[in-house]
């Protein structure tokens, strides 16, 4: 088979990501986020898909923002030398917030205690810091409670008044935005609209009001306000129920997963193949061996159901993934060692997508993409062609480009 990309034929396994799906997706959600701004989430290294390669693409795409859970995160975004706006919204007690203000990074605030820890490491920075207020309306995890937050907008103020910080954001996340119809979506943005009431009351004028996840983002109009959070979106993926996608805005998946057959060989009716002999073969056929395994991330969950494609037929994952490899049933169709087996990508020709995989797994697609790692090597794929200068990168203007990891 020939590959999409030059050069890989040694590759045993990559990960290929099309950075210019990522452009396109986030110009997508932009399109249908109206007035309201993009903040491309790049989170866990973009969701397994390379953080600053990704950070670039969305900010072509039109994202004026990139938001990571973790402050390393935003940090190698700044080494990088990306000097759009970045919010990082996971930080435990003693974190390193000077630096975070040093390398203007927005930073999350749920408590009193946290807007003393930022007031402090912003008075030792001579900087003001900037400071998104988060309120759980009714997601149940981080945010402060209803009834702490008057306590904690009249404190922002006070510090506010001080110099030490400005309150630019208030926010809040989305428990069921992938639900349609769940009753808690208009009940949390009802709590968001009176936890705003509140905060303007106490003095404070955030600029940035935001609650939508990608579901929020795509199903949720009313759930826009000043600034979205797409993250699964961006990398191609539609969280809502698969029956809606067909009447929603089309979006690419960025990554194909793929490997070359290490082996192929004949065997007699009644093999068993692999750990446990949970699979025998029913006639004579032809079984596959492919270099990837659960330390790469393959769900061991997927033993069995795992579909995947070689030279253009679906097959499925036959008996136990194991650490390093599984094997594939190929029936009677011809292939040979080297050919290249598709675990999932755009869903082009029938191929499976991320969604099968998580399907097959009892999972959803961001834990497929987000376990992917180890020995998969990244390979990128843009065409370069419509640089607009929004990013001061050292790369990514002409392509076909080929960064490993
Ligand atoms: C991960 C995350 C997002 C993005 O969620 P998606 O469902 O991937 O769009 C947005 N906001 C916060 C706070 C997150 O943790």
């Known amino acids: 088979m020939t590959s999409p990309v030059m050069d890989m034929e040694t590759l045993q396994a990559s990960a290929v990501i099309d950075l210019d ?22 989170k866990a290294d973009a969701y397994s898909h390379g953080l600053v390669p990704v950070a670039r693409a969305a900010l072509r795409g039109g994202a004026s923002r990139v938001g990571v859970a973790v402050l390393d995160e935003a940090f190698a975004l700044r080494a990088a030398g990306i000097t759009a706006p970045v919010f990082a919204w996971l930080a435990a007690p003693g974190a390193p917030y000077q630096r975070a203000i040093v390398e203007d990074i927005d930073l999350a605030a749920h408590s009193v205690g946290q807007l003393h820890e930022i007031a402090y490491a912003a008075a030792c920075s001579g900087q003001v810091a900037r400071v998104h207020l988060k309120v759980d309306t009714g997601m149940g995890r981080g945010g402060t409670a209803v009834d702490d937050w008057p306590a904690l907008t009249l404190r922002a103020r006070d510090l506010e008044a001080e110099g030490l910080l400005r309150v630019e954001g208030v926010w809040s996340h989305l428990a069921c935005a992938d639900e349609p119809g769940s009753t808690s979506i208009a009940r949390q943005l009802t709590v968001f609209d009176e936890a705003l009431a509140i905060a303007a009351r106490n003095g404070l004028q955030p600029t940035v009001r935001h609650i939508a996840n990608s579901a929020g983002t795509l199903s949720v109009p009313q759930s826009h306000y000043d600034l979205v959070r797409p993250g699964i979106a961006i990398y191609g993926v539609n969280p809502m129920p ?5 009447s929603m805005p089309v979006l690419r998946p960025a990554m194909t ?22 699979y025998s073969t029913a006639a004579n056929t032809t079984l596959a061996v492919v270099p990837l395994g659960y330390a790469d991330g393959i769900p061991r969950s997927a033993s069995g159901a795992g579909p995947v494609q070689v030279n253009g037929r679906r097959h499925t994952v036959t008996g136990r993934v194991c650490m390093d490899q599984f094997v594939v049933d190929v029936g009677n169709d011809d292939v040979v060692p080297g050919d290249e087996i598709v675990l999932f990508g755009p869903g082009d020709h029938g191929g499976p997508t991320a969604i099968d995989w998580a399907d097959a797994a009892g999972t959803i697609a961001y834990e497929i993409f987000t376990r992917i790692g180890g020995r998969a090597v990244r390979v990128y794929t843009l065409t370069g062609d419509d640089d607009d200068g929004t990013h001061d ?5 002409a392509g076909p480009e080929d960064c490993r990891r």
């Open 242 to 246: 698969r029956e809606l996608h067909a």
């Open 21 to 42: 799906a990522i452009r396109d997706n986030v110009a997508t959600l932009r399109a249908t986020a109206r007035t309201a701004e993009v903040m491309a989430v790049v």
């Open 393 to 397: 990168d050292q790369g990514n203007h």
């Open 257 to 278: 997963l793929r490997a070359h057959l290490t082996q192929v060989k004949r065997v007699p009716a009644g093999t068993p193949v692999s750990y446990g002999h949970t």
